[in-house]
């Protein structure tokens, strides 16, 4: 079993930066890909990024040269580095755990409660 926790979200303007974090329980931490989603209001849940255990990378087109994944496996945390924001990224952000990276949530088995990421205009 393995429980995530988001932190991070907030209200930024638009052209800003923000980070979002994601700490994992357990201690299979390390073995696991992870991934990011967002859901905005209305919207089926999308494919942020994801990091393979091998920190491969992988990016949704929407957010690919503005958004960064990385995990630091000491820490049990995944980040997600976000730069110039746009009021289109705002969502509910999601992290996930799952065996592989994939652009598919039903790849994952475990999900975080989210975080509110609002950008202005």
């Known amino acids: 079993q393995v429980q995530l926790v988001e932190s991070g979200g907030g209200l930024v303007q638009a052209g800003g930066s923000l980070t979002v974090s994601c700490v994992a329980s357990g201690r299979t931490f390390s073995w696991y890909a992870m991934g990011w989603f967002r859901q905005a209001p209305g919207k089926e849940r999308e494919f942020v990024a994801a990091?393979?255990?091998?920190?491969?990378?992988a990016y949704g087109d929407s957010v690919k040269g503005r958004f960064t994944i990385s995990r630091d496996n000491a820490k049990n945390t995944v980040y997600l580095q976000m730069n110039s924001l746009e009021p289109e990224d705002t969502a509910v952000y999601y992290c996930a755990a799952g065996p592989v990276t994939s652009t598919s949530p039903s790849t994952y088995d475990y999900w975080g409660q989210g975080t509110q990421v609002t950008v202005s205009s």
């Open positions: 990091i393979s255990s091998g920190s491969s990378t």
